[in-house]
């Protein structure tokens, strides 16, 4: 590079940082940025729920430079990973070849033409199906694929092979945020969008490390707090996380005892007369935890255990800090409360949402802009392409239910299929379909776009299935851990190799536009997926698509009308645009920021008597649950006396295969680490860097130590990313009864020195 | 050499210092503090050390977060 032409790109990309806070400076960007690239395409972000816009600069034929979007969200900003999508489009182990196992499992995967491979997967899936029927196959998806994929995939496996085993890595995710939305408003996302960080004045962050998960939407809230000394942060998580650096109140709680704490609030919110009676009385229905209805008496009655005393004995938080944490709450003008997978990822995460849910109702902190609660995703598609399209054991695209005849009936009428078509059995969500593989019961799968052998709980366990079953698989990089166990593996278009839309945490949906062509002798998913079916046996005019802008098209004609329509978000249009939330019922409409609100929410009548309408439930009520607190499955004990928790790193995302290709990302975080307290470093005579052994009732690892107080005394924390020390092993597999979705967050472990 | 911009978010009444303590590191270059708490700056660094350098500037006291407007790569790509 010739230095005039440095000279040059550092101009723009000061320009562009200047353009980021508003400075004149930024004059320079458009023109600067503009010559860099032959072209700007947009698009978004390949990793967090926070579903930041990007903008991918082409050279020729190479992707050459990412920057962010001003017109999204994020204001132009991406965080580290984000900003260093390119490396990962060119690595070196990119998969660009279709490959097969043709000596079986455990025989090497060997380079094979397209129509081998379809062919392949397609005579392994027919004689599954020979010999099991329909649920002898499955398809397991994920929170990254494109919407268009899982909408397809959904249609391909429900109603084309007659099996309702589709489900996908969001079970292990947001699963108890969907049941969470469904049981107390009726209908599944949230209501608030990120805008309501710029108004809300209180904070409430549990079971959310932010700052390393969601870091665009962490300067959001920091730049809230900086613009008025009057706005308070209530950070609730058992680890002293960077989230925790902006907090007024950290409350530090034992891992699982969450419960108690948002019941304690509730009660302290009511001994105080902080409550908002003249909106519950107008707004909300109290229900037992068994479902039966009950008033606000009960209610109170319920929560009278759960005082500030009681739930310092069980959760560790000073009674003085559980009721200024309430007061915070009820006394600001508007209360966020934002929460990730410390709340989901548990036995009991359908309750924890619930609970959260109950203080904004309590108090009316609702349907006003900053009083909001917003559960924050962890993929950047697992609402829209997953939970919106229905593409999960239970479900049938946007909010119908497999169980439900007259929804089954509806989509056999909109797919063209013959009545009864659709099975009204569920299919096996995630735990229970690989312990079916592991039985038999289910023998080929085709998993996309995820990695499960090493993202599953109890992986020793769950992943027997995988040695069995027929395996294939769309993958891009080579290390994935799940090709251990492929027979097939297709070789997919990576991001903007392909086109398609993307829906994030604050139901805004935007289009990724394809930027380059896919490398080597790679194909988009939609293309792959309609070749196997075919080749499977189903009809191909249960998919007479040309590319994903026809799915798009089908799916946008399927939500009109629904309570979620985004029908006016035209192909076009969000070629335009930079994401559109919705409801979005026509081309003309804006979008919705306040969902269920007169006068905002298109699907609630300008004429209805009442501001809110929570028209997911039929009495327009939504519900405050009485949920006791309930310890986690597997608690600390005698003889395994810690806590073991995970979760991620800032530098790196889910498993890796992405991040871990950047040399510069991976060299910040190599390996995985033990954290340990201080104080319990110091008794078990553990020092920094020292190789520890955590051991469970499941398997035993050796990480080495960083003593640092992130975690309370008692508490150890190993993130997942890496694939040499998949510590996913420890964990038990116990699911949330509701929600089928396992318990990450805590199983109980030793803790000692290596000898 | 990899080129990035990038905003340091700065802990109330630390810009100041951090900007100077940032224009001493080689490879990065200031571009003023604005709106009380945000300096502009640009790294510019061989691919597989940026992290490194933007790590160093995530982790100095002072800090709260790094946020990057934009990365170019294009001359470790494009030959
Ligand atoms: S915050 Fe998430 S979506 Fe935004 S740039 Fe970072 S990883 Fe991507």
Redesign the pocket.
């Known amino acids: 590079m010739t230095v005039s032409r440095r000279k040059f790109l550092k101009g723009s990309a000061a320009a562009l940082a200047l353009g980021m806070v508003g400075s004149p400076a930024c004059a320079l960007a458009a023109a600067g940025q503009e010559e860099s690239v032959d072209r700007w395409v947009k698009g978004?972000?390949?990793?967090?729920?926070?579903?930041?816009g990007?903008l991918v600069g082409v050279r020729g034929d190479r992707a050459v430079a990412v920057k962010?979007d001003p017109d999204n969200h994020?204001a132009g900003?991406?965080?580290?990973?984000?900003?260093m999508l390119i490396p990962v489009i060119y690595a070196e182990d990119r998969i660009t070849e279709p490959m097969i196992r043709r000596g079986g499992k455990g025989s090497p995967l060997d380079k094979a033409s397209w129509d081998e491979a379809l062919d392949f997967a397609a005579g392994a899936f027919r004689k599954a199906m020979d010999a099991g029927g329909p649920d002898a196959v499955a398809y397991y998806g994920s929170g990254q694929a494109l919407t268009e994929e899982s909408y397809l995939a959904n249609k391909i496996w429900k109603a084309g092979f007659r099996t309702n085993n589709v489900d996908g890595n969001p079970r292990l995710c947001m699963a108890s945020a969907v049941a969470g939305y469904l049981t107390t408003f009726g209908k599944d996302e949230p209501m608030g969008t990120y805008n309501d960080m710029d108004a809300a004045t209180c904070f409430f962050i549990i079971g959310s490390n932010t700052s390393e998960a969601?870091?665009?939407?962490f300067r959001r809230i920091a730049q809230r707090k900086e613009s008025s000394p009057d706005v308070k942060i209530i950070v609730a998580d058992p680890r002293r996380t960077n989230t925790s650096r902006i907090a007024d109140l950290h409350l530090s709680f034992v891992a699982g005892t969450d419960l108690a704490l948002l019941n304690g609030m509730a009660h302290v919110i009511i001994r105080e007369e902080l409550d908002n009676p003249r909106f519950y009385s107008r707004y909300v229905n109290f229900v037992t935890n068994d479902g039966k209805p009950c008033a606000f008496e009960d209610y109170k009655a319920f929560l009278a255990e759960y005082t500030p005393e009681k739930v310092q004995e069980i959760t560790g938080v000073p009674a003085a800090d559980v009721i200024r944490a309430a007061k915070l709450f009820a006394e600001s003008s508007s209360a966020l409360s934002l929460w990730c997978m410390g709340i989901n990822q548990r036995t009991r995460g359908v309750w924890a949402n619930n609970l959260i849910h109950n203080l904004h109702l309590l108090t009316g902190q609702i349907g006003r802009p900053g009083a909001s609660p917003l559960s924050l995703t962890g993929q950047?598609n697992a609402c829209g392409g997953v939970r919106d399209t229905g593409s999960l054991a239970h479900l049938l695209p946007a909010g119908r239910m497999v169980a439900n005849e007259k929804h089954r009936a509806e989509m056999e009428e909109f797919w063209g299929v013959p009545k009864g078509t659709i099975q009204p059995k569920m299919g096996h969500h995630t735990v229970a379909l690989f312990e079916a593989m592991a039985k038999g019961d289910v023998k080929a799968v085709f998993i996309h776009c995820t990695n499960p052998a090493h993202t599953l709980p109890d992986l020793n366990a769950l992943t027997k299935g995988l040695e069995t079953a027929f395996v294939a698989q769309t993958e891009c990089f080579m290390d994935a851990e799940t090709l251990k166990y492929a027979d097939v593996v297709f070789p997919a278009a990576f991001w903007c190799e392909t086109e398609g839309v993307y829906g994030?945490t604050e139901r805004r949906y935007a289009l990724t536009e394809q930027a380059i062509k896919p490398m080597g002798n790679c194909r988009p998913t939609v293309r792959i997926l309609m070749d196997f079916a075919e080749k499977a046996g189903v009809d191909p005019r249960l998919f007479p698509y040309k590319n994903a802008a026809d799915i798009w098209e089908e799916w946008r004609t399927l939500s009109k009308g629904s309570p979620y329509d985004f029908y006016g978000m035209t192909r076009a249009r969000l070629k335009k645009e930079s994401g559109i939330k919705w409801p979005c019922p026509t081309e003309d409409h804006p979008g919705t920021n306040l969902r269920y609100v007169r006068g905002e929410d298109p699907l609630v009548p300008v004429n209805h008597p009442d501001r809110l309408f929570f028209y997911g439930r039929p009495d327009g009520k939504a519900n405050i649950f009485l949920r006791p607190y309930q310890p986690p499955f597997e608690p600390a004990d005698k003889d395994y006396p810690f806590i073991l928790t995970t979760g991620r790193v800032i530098d790196h995302?889910h498993t890796a295969t992405m991040t871990g290709k950047v040399p510069e990302l991976q060299k910040a975080y190599p390996s995985a680490f033990v954290e340990i307290n201080p104080v319990d470093a110091q008794k078990l005579g553990i020092s920094n860097g020292d190789r520890v052994v955590l051991e469970t009732r499941r398997d035993r690892m050796t990480f080495p130590a960083r003593i640092t107080d992130t975690c309370m005394p008692g508490l150890v924390f190993c993130p997942f990313f890496d694939k040499n020390k998949l510590v996913n092993r420890l964990f038990h597999h116990a699911v949330d009864n509701a929600s089928k979705e396992p318990e990450y967050k805590i199983c109980a472990t030793r803790v000692y020195k290596q000898a | 050499m990899a080129i990035a911009g990038f905003l340091v978010h700065a802990e109330a009444g630390q810009s100041e210092r951090l900007e100077a303590e940032l224009a001493e590191i080689p490879g990065i270059s200031t571009f003023g503090v604005h709106r009380e708490c945000y300096i502009a700056a640009v790294a510019e660094a061989p691919g597989n050390s940026m992290e490194d350098l933007l790590h160093r500037v995530h982790g100095m006291d002072g800090v709260l977060t790094v946020y990057v407007t934009s990365m170019t790569v294009e001359d470790e790509l494009v030959v």
């Open positions: 978004v972000c390949r990793y967090c729920g926070t579903g930041c990007v962010g994020n900003l991406l965080c580290l990973k984000g900003a969601h870091p665009v939407l950047p994030c995302w």
